[in-house]
């Protein structure tokens, strides 16, 4: 029967860094995965050039129901350890804002990198594999039953190691290769799991706010969504399915099923205000013709139709209460997402296993 000291199953980012690790600590490592290439979920993320690390990495950025749990492990290898793997593998970077580190040319320069670490410790993957069952030994170490991926009838074989890593990543983007089996392993081994859910991920609409997106499909503009405590400046996208954009895949984070989404379309500008003053110096422009100056012109254009507002009327035909209702649902515009696109496009999942099961 094949031996080993550590088993990682899953190829993915988290995977490939532990099996580096662990194999330069002078450990004998396999890496398994089902899949037919190793970080397919890397060579998709940051839009082709994944966003690999952030310059202000730190425990209270990390959702969690243990929001300790993070604090071991950033302690004994930080941001500034990846960017000095980064630099020594000569990719080039770039920032593209707050924090945020992109690759200038593709993230399969962070897989490649990966690869690379795992080539030199030793760690030796094995793709195409799936794990059919796991059990613990009488020894602590564990069985594992093999087989090909693709060939569930064939027979499979066993496989004997000191330690496991579960490393399958969460549910989102099920066609790169997820699965549930990690959480389902963990229920197995009695660990407590908080049902995942789709995060980072955009919100679909119905009825008139759908048609509005639909419209309005490709633009984009700048604002500040709240929901739930928390807010994000940032920009929004509208898609043929609804809202996503920067903005509204942070707050995703934060949103549940039911709850209303407030838009400030004109984050850091006092629109009542700004509007009397227009109406002074323009008495004759027109609505449209103001919001177009603050938003592009396709959105402010079926923005206002959709909301009911006149879009030819001047600013001097507008009375105060008017524009404080035009200037309050600018500002805090109200829209009730019917739901997410889930994990076909998700970027992540929230929940899992519960932290404080573990120790750190
Ligand atoms: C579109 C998109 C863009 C993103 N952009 C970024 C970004 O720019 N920056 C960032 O930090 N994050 C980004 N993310 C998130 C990031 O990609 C993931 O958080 C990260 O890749 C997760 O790594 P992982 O190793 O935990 O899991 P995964 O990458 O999901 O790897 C898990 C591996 O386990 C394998 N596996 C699953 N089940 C089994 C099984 N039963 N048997 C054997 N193998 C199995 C899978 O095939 C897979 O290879 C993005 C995600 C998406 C979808």
Redesign the pocket.
Request: glycine content about 22%; hydrophobic content about 45%; overall charge neutral.
């Given at each position: 029967m094949e031996q080993t000291d550590v088993v990682i199953?899953?190829?993915?980012?988290?995977?490939l860094m532990c099996a580096a690790h662990t194999a330069r600590a002078g450990k004998q490592v396999l890496v398994?995965?089902?899949?037919n290439k190793?970080?397919?979920?890397?060579l998709?993320?940051?839009g082709g050039r994944?966003?690999?690390t952030n310059y202000y990495v730190e425990p209270n950025r990390y959702l969690s129901h243990n929001p300790h749990f993070c604090k071991s492990a950033l302690s004994q290898y930080s941001q500034w350890d990846f960017i000095g793997l980064v630099g020594e593998h000569g990719i080039p970077y770039h920032e593209k804002k707050d924090g945020q580190l992109f690759c200038d040319n593709k993230s399969s320069d962070i897989l490649n990198m990966l690869l690379s670490e795992c080539e030199q410790a030793g760690a030796r993957i094995r793709l195409s594999?799936?794990?059919r069952s796991v059990e613990q030994t009488e020894e602590g170490g564990f069985l594992l039953e093999l087989g090909a991926a693709k060939a569930p009838e064939q027979s499979g074989y066993t496989l004997k190691t000191k330690k496991l890593v579960v490393?399958?990543?969460?549910p989102?983007?099920p066609t790169?290769?997820?699965?549930g089996?990690?959480f389902q392993l963990a229920k197995d081994f009695g660990l407590k799991v908080y049902e995942p859910v789709a995060a980072l991920v955009p919100f679909t609409l119905t009825s008139q706010l759908k048609q509005l997106s639909v419209d309005l499909s490709g633009n984009a503009c700048l604002v500040e969504v709240s929901c739930n405590g928390q807010s994000f400046l940032d920009d929004m996208l509208f898609t043929h399915r609804g809202l996503s954009g920067p903005a509204m895949l942070q707050i995703s984070s934060y949103w549940k099923p039911g709850d209303t989404l407030t838009i400030d379309l004109l984050p850091g500008l006092d629109a009542a205000e700004q509007l009397r003053a227009d109406q002074h110096s323009h008495p004759k422009q027109q609505l449209k013709t103001w919001l177009s100056h603050k938003l592009n012109q396709t959105i402010a254009e079926k923005w206002l139709e959709v909301m009911g507002f006149r879009l030819d009327a001047t600013l001097a035909s507008m009375n105060g209460e008017q524009m404080d209702a035009l200037a309050k649902v600018l500002h805090e515009w109200q829209v009730k997402p019917s739901g997410t696109e889930g994990y076909r496009t998700?970027?992540?999942a929230l929940g899992g296993v519960d932290t404080n099961e573990l120790s750190s």
């Open positions: 199953i899953g190829a993915g980012a988290a995977g398994l995965d089902h899949a190793a970080g397919k979920k890397i998709m993320s940051g994944c966003n690999f594999t799936s794990v490393a399958t990543g969460g989102s983007i790169l290769g997820a699965t089996f990690g998700a970027e992540v």
